[in-house]
Every structure is written in structure tokens, then in C-alpha cells.
Nanobody
């Protein structure tokens, strides 16, 4: 079992920045990839960014490419999502997720553990 606690959301003006964090505990010695998803009101949960177990490869949705950066610490217990040039359409609940594999995949159904979510609101 892996427990994930995500934090760092808030209210920010368009063009601003936020940094989300996700702390993993429990069975963290197994190789696992991490990702961030988001869900806006009335929409499905979508992939935002992912990072491999080693941290050597990262993946981004087209909508955030060049504005968001995902990273993880050397102990591989914390994952960050640095969000910049925020837009009102980035408003959503952001969830971190992990899967018991070193590789990132895009479908949300391929993730085994989820954080509780953190609200990000971008005002225009």
C-alpha cells in the first residue's frame, strides 16, 4: 500500500505560479511512476504530467507543455508540479497518482493509488 498526500493548491491570478507537492508513504521501496491528473467541474479526470521511477523521463499533456514541470526528490518520496503562466482553464482539483511500475501511462485507470486532491483556482 502507498499513501499519497497532495498539497499546495490555492487561488492565483492568471499568469501566476503555484507549486504542488505530493508526499508518498508506505510501500515506497517498490519502483513506481508518479503522475498528476486534474478534474475541472463537469469534466472527466485528465492526465497532466507524469514522471518515471528514475525521474529520467517526463511526460506532459499538450495543454500544459512548456508551462508546467514535474519533478521528484532523490529519495523518490515526493513529487512536485511547478505550474507557471497559469490560465483560468487550469482551474481544477489536482490529484497525484502512482502506479506500481517504473513507466508512466496516460490512462487514469492504470494508476493504483491516489491523493485526496488539492484545489487550484486561477482568476482572470
Amino acid at each position: 500500500q502507498v499513501q499519497l498526500v497532495d498539497s499546495g493548491g490555492g487561488l492565483v491570478q492568471a499568469g501566476g505560479s503555484l507549486r504542488l507537492s505530493c508526499v508518498a508513504s508506505g510501500r515506497t521501496f517498490s519502483p513506481y511512476a508518479m503522475a498528476w491528473f486534474r478534474q475541472a467541474p463537469g469534466k472527466g479526470r485528465e492526465f497532466v504530467a507524469g514522471i518515471t521511477w528514475s525521474g529520467g523521463r517526463t511526460y506532459y499533456a499538450d495543454s500544459v507543455e512548456g508551462r508546467f514541470t514535474i519533478s521528484r526528490n532523490n529519495a523518490k518520496t515526493t513529487v512536485f508540479l511547478q505550474m507557471g503562466s497559469l490560465k483560468p482553464e487550469d482551474t481544477a482539483i489536482y490529484y497525484c497518482a502512482s502506479r506500481i511500475s517504473s513507466a508512466v501511462q496516460y490512462p487514469k485507470g492504470n494508476y493504483d493509488y491516489w491523493g485526496q486532491g488539492t484545489q487550484v483556482t486561477v482568476s482572470s
